[in-house]
C-alpha cells in the first residue's frame, strides 16, 4: 500500500519524507502561489484554482486571497461557499464543505495529526482524518476545525473556537474547545 493509500484511509502514514507526497504537496504550493498572486476574479486566478482543485468550480463559490492548501484535491467545496481571506486547508484527509457556508477570515481546517511520541514523529507518520461540514454554516473569524470532526448543518461557530469534537445541527459553539452554548431555532 502507498503512503497516499494509507493517508486517504486514515492510517498512519509517512508525510515529510514519502516523495510522492511531497511531489503534489509542492504542486498545490506552487497553484496557491499562482491563486494569491493573480489578480482577483482574474482568469488566470480562476484557472489556478480549478486546477488546485481539480474540479469544475460550483455555482457561487468565492475563494480570496490569500488562501493555502496542502493538496488542494481533497478539499470539496458546494455551491454558495464563501471563504474570507487567509484560511488554511490541511488536506490531507477529505475536506467536505456543505452548501452556502461562510467562512471568516484566518480560518483553518486541519485533518492531519502527528503521533504524541517524539520518537514516530519525527520518522514524519501522520494521520488524516477527514473533516465534514454541513450546509448554511458560519465560521467567525480564526476558527480552528480539527482532524475527524464532523458539523451538522446551521452550525454558527463564534470567532476564535477551536472546535474538537462533533457539533450537532443549528447550534451556536464558541469556545477553546467549542462546546454548544445554544441551540438556533429555524
Same mark, same amino acid.
Given at each position: 500500500?502507498?503512503?497516499?493509500?494509507?493517508?486517504?484511509?486514515?492510517?498512519?502514514?509517512?508525510?515529510?519524507?514519502?516523495?510522492?507526497l511531497l511531489k503534489e504537496r509542492?504542486?498545490?504550493?506552487? &497553484?496557491?502561489?499562482?491563486?494569491?498572486?493573480?489578480?482577483?476574479g482574474s482568469t488566470e486566478q480562476?484557472?489556478? &484554482?480549478?486546477?488546485?482543485? /481539480?474540479?469544475?468550480?460550483?455555482?457561487?463559490?468565492t475563494i480570496l486571497a490569500p488562501?493555502? %492548501?496542502?493538496? /488542494?484535491?481533497?478539499?470539496?467545496?458546494?455551491?454558495?461557499? %464563501?471563504?474570507?481571506?487567509?484560511?488554511? %486547508?490541511?488536506? /490531507?484527509?477529505?475536506?467536505?464543505?456543505?452548501?452556502?457556508?461562510?467562512?471568516?477570515?484566518?480560518?483553518?481546517?486541519?485533518?492531519?495529526?502527528?503521533?504524541?511520541? %517524539?520518537?514516530?514523529?519525527?520518522?514524519? &507518520?501522520?494521520?488524516?482524518?477527514?473533516?465534514?461540514?454541513?450546509?448554511?454554516?458560519?465560521?467567525?473569524?480564526?476558527?480552528?476545525?480539527?482532524?475527524?470532526?464532523?458539523?451538522?448543518?446551521?452550525?454558527?461557530?463564534?470567532?476564535?473556537?477551536?472546535?474538537?469534537?462533533?457539533?450537532?445541527?443549528?447550534?451556536?459553539?464558541?469556545?477553546?474547545?467549542?462546546?454548544?452554548?445554544?441551540?438556533?431555532?429555524?
Open positions: 500500500m502507498t503512503e497516499k493509500e494509507k493517508m486517504l484511509n486514515g492510517e498512519w502514514h509517512d508525510a515529510n519524507f514519502d516523495e510522492n509542492q504542486r498545490a504550493e506552487l &497553484l496557491c502561489y499562482n491563486f494569491n498572486m493573480s489578480k482577483p480562476l484557472s489556478a &484554482l480549478k486546477t488546485l482543485l /481539480g474540479v469544475d468550480l460550483p455555482k457561487g463559490l488562501a493555502y %492548501f496542502d493538496y /488542494g484535491t481533497q478539499t470539496h467545496f458546494s455551491e454558495g461557499v %464563501f471563504v474570507n481571506h487567509g484560511c488554511y %486547508f490541511m488536506d /490531507g484527509g477529505t475536506i467536505y464543505i456543505g452548501r452556502n457556508v461562510f467562512i471568516g477570515p484566518f480560518c483553518g481546517f486541519y485533518t492531519a495529526g502527528h503521533p504524541i511520541n %517524539f520518537t514516530d514523529r519525527n520518522k514524519g &507518520l501522520e494521520r488524516a482524518l477527514p473533516i465534514h461540514i454541513g450546509d448554511n454554516c458560519w465560521f467567525g473569524a480564526n476558527v480552528s476545525v480539527l482532524q475527524g470532526v464532523t458539523i451538522g448543518n446551521g452550525c454558527v461557530i463564534a470567532a476564535g473556537s477551536v472546535v474538537t469534537e462533533d457539533l450537532p445541527e443549528n447550534c451556536l459553539a464558541a469556545g477553546v474547545p467549542a462546546d454548544v452554548k445554544k441551540y438556533i431555532n429555524q
